[in-house]
């Protein structure tokens, strides 16, 4: 059974904004730590956001921090991000991904024990 799906992606012009949606497993949305990573070709994986549990405090890496917001909806359940004025340089495939922890470092992989398949965003005119 996939506990994490990723939705969202596609291709959009520079500028242009993106909702990202990870469909989670209502036990990791309750008690784990969210987090959203993207891969561009040829890069390393790099950490975004993420969102607690016990208190949904949020926390932005400084390559998207004021354009990109992440929520939740408990009900749904579902993890959000949303994207404002992409640049080409956002090109990559998103992936949330989650840790059985509340303050997962996002430079640390090996302390996330679940991943979705990725979406794809291309930033392009």
């Known amino acids: 059974q996939l506990q994490l799906a990723e939705s969202g992606g596609g291709l959009v012009q520079p500028g242009g904004s993106l909702r990202l949606s990870c469909l989670a497993s209502k036990f990791i949305l309750d008690y784990y730590a969210l987090c959203w990573f993207r891969q561009a070709p040829g890069k390393e994986r790099e950490g975004l956001s993420c969102?607690?549990?016990?208190?949904?405090?949020?926390r932005y890496a400084e390559s998207v921090k004021g354009r990109f917001i992440i929520s939740k909806d408990n009900t749904e359940p579902t993890v959000y991000l949303q994207m404002i004025n992409l640049k080409p340089e956002d090109t990559a495939v998103y992936y949330c991904?989650?840790?059985?922890?509340?303050?997962?470092?996002?430079?640390?992989?090996?302390?996330?024990?679940?991943w979705g398949q990725g979406t794809p965003v291309t930033v392009s005119s």
């Open positions: 969102i607690a549990s016990f208190d949904n405090s949020t």
């Open positions: 991904a989650a840790a059985f922890s509340e303050y997962p470092d996002l430079d640390k992989l090996s302390d996330f024990h679940t």
